[in-house]
């Protein structure tokens, strides 16, 4: 089973340190939010920088696998507000630029504020953002995932069951949905494990945040994730789990380590 650290957990280190403590506590790799790269305009990162970052990553012994927390920066960003939807769709365009220059492969749109449906066709203009994000994902050889997320951050692809049906309907392999366990916690009806174990056959299932429904780490709540990876095993999952808590307690640094133990613990014993 391989597991990503969600690079902001640890974001107030330098970037050399994060890949370096993450390899040290045992990732397998960093998924990383754009964001903490540049607070303000991580999708004009030069191409010399990306080398770079690509380079440390690799060089440390973590490589960065993914990236998610898309469109925290810059600000002002929306797929559904026609006012700044054009703007949206070419920061996307370029993080995904980024991430294939990165060495990822995968990218996951959370971004619950960026994709609020208030007016009439907002809902029609989240998907067609979906469905060219795919055509650019697919272009650089990338998975991209709407991750489904709980009703109380967002108003739109809230369930499992919504994003394979948005998935389905734009029908194009390189855009795929995913699992968050802290959103399925807080949001389905049915436990992450049976989820997967439902849902992994149809190939649409294409990453996984391993989280407690309280936002702290794997281990730091009442969710428990032997179930979930017994299902990931059973269904023959190929695909990498990152560590996404987000409340860092009792810090990033032993937040990351305490998780990932528990992680390991679970999967030698």
Not at 53 to 82: C, F, K, M, N, Y
Not at 245 to 262: E, L
């Amino acid at each position: 089973m391989r597991i990503s650290l969600c690079n902001e957990v640890v974001a107030t280190l330098p970037f050399v340190e994060q890949a370096r403590l993450a390899a040290a506590l045992g990732y397998d790799g960093l998924e990383v939010a754009p964001f903490t790269l540049d607070a303000e305009a991580p999708h004009m990162l030069p191409a010399p920088r990306i080398a770079e970052l690509r380079r440390i990553a690799q060089d440390e012994g973590a490589p960065i696998t993914s990236l998610h927390w898309l469109l925290v920066a810059p600000t002002g960003l929306s797929i559904t507000d026609t006012a700044l939807r054009a703007r949206t769709l070419d920061v996307m365009q370029r993080l995904i630029a980024l991430a294939a220059g990165l060495g990822a492969t995968l990218l996951v749109h959370g971004s619950p504020k960026q994709r609020h449906v208030a007016a009439d066709g907002d809902a029609a203009r989240a998907e067609d953002a979906m469905a060219r994000a795919g055509e650019w994902a697919a272009a650089h050889g990338l998975t991209y995932c709407l991750e489904p997320l709980d009703a109380g951050q967002t108003n739109w692809a809230r369930t499992v069951a919504e994003a394979m049906e948005i998935v389905r309907r734009i029908n194009n392999p390189a855009l795929r949905t995913m699992l968050d366990v802290s959103a399925a916690g807080n949001g389905e009806t049915e436990p992450a494990a049976e989820l997967l174990r439902r849902h992994i056959p149809s190939g649409l299932i294409a990453h996984v945040h391993l989280n407690d429904r309280n936002r702290r780490a794997p281990g730091q709540g009442s969710d428990r994730f032997a179930p979930v990876f017994a299902a990931l095993r059973d269904t023959a999952y190929a695909g990498f789990c990152a560590v996404e808590p987000f409340d860092y307690h009792p810090d990033g640094a032993t937040s990351a380590a305490r998780a990932i133990g528990y992680l390991r613990g679970i999967l030698d014993a």
